[in-house]
Structure formats: C-alpha cells, structure tokens
C-alpha cells in the first residue's frame, strides 16, 4: 500500500491590530520603548489578536491594556500591511475614545497628539508608515466613524 505524504497547509499570517485615536484634529502617537531594535520609534497602539478574538475584541482589549481606555472600534484605515516576511499582518482601525477616558502610556515610553502638519515629526515604524500615509485627509476633515 503506498503510504501518502502529508501536505503542509500554509498557515495564516499572524493578525497585528491598531488603533488610530483622532481627536480634536491629531492623532494620538506612541513611542515604543522596547524591544531594542523598535525603541525611540513611533507607532499606533495595539497588539496581537489572540485565539477566539475577532480583530476588534482584540483592539479593544489592547487599548484598555496599552493605554488604559475603553474605546468603540470603527472602520479600517489603509490597506493590510504585511509584517516579518509576510508571517504576519497589521490591520489598522479607526477608535473613538468612550466615557471621557484620556489616554496614558502605559506601556509605551511617552505619547504626543499629531497634528497633519507633524506627522513627519516622529521617526515611525515602518510598518506604520503606509497608515501615516493616509492620515492628512482624515485628520484635516475628521473623516471617520
């Protein structure tokens, strides 16, 4: 009886997601403090959707924990970025902030809130940069939910 090789399935990329906080007409920016190679770099919060999460569960909850804010999750902003040789994937959404809550860095070593005019004022992770990309139209007009 020949015996049958099995075939590898190719796994799914591993979902990246994070949030783009607009208020007041800037967005809110996170400098990484670790690991070192990403240290002093500026990203969106956010973090890896775990088992039995939907992408938005996921941002939520990373939110609360990054930055201690509880947030409603809206549309998605750009297009899927693929990461580390395409093993994984960012998905970036639009949050507003619930109840008054103000952002802290928790996790991060200091934030600042940027205007259009300052996007390139902080060095970004490049993964981050297609996002950044599309935030002047947005911030200038407030055009998400």
């Known amino acids: 009886m020949p015996q049958e090789r099995s075939v590898k399935q190719p796994r799914s990329p591993?979902?990246?997601v994070a949030a783009v906080i607009i208020t007041g007409g800037r967005v809110l920016a996170c400098e990484r403090s670790s690991p070192p190679e990403a240290a002093g770099r500026w990203e969106f919060p956010g973090g890896k959707v775990e088992a039995g999460e939907s992408d938005q569960q996921a941002l939520a909850r990373?939110?609360?924990?990054e930055l201690g804010v509880r947030v409603e999750v809206g549309d998605r902003v750009g297009p899927d970025v693929p990461l580390a040789h395409g093993r994984a994937v960012l998905r970036v959404f639009a949050v507003r902030l619930?109840?008054?809550d103000q952002p802290r860095a928790l996790e991060h070593r200091s934030m600042r809130w940027l205007a259009a005019d300052e996007l390139d004022s902080v060095p970004w992770l490049p993964a981050d940069q297609p996002i950044v990309a599309e935030l002047p139209g947005l911030l200038l007009?407030?055009?998400l939910s």
């Open 14 to 16: 591993r979902v990246i």
């Open 62 to 65: 990373e939110c609360v924990e």
């Open 98 to 100: 619930l109840g008054g």
């Open 141 to 143: 007009g407030e055009g």
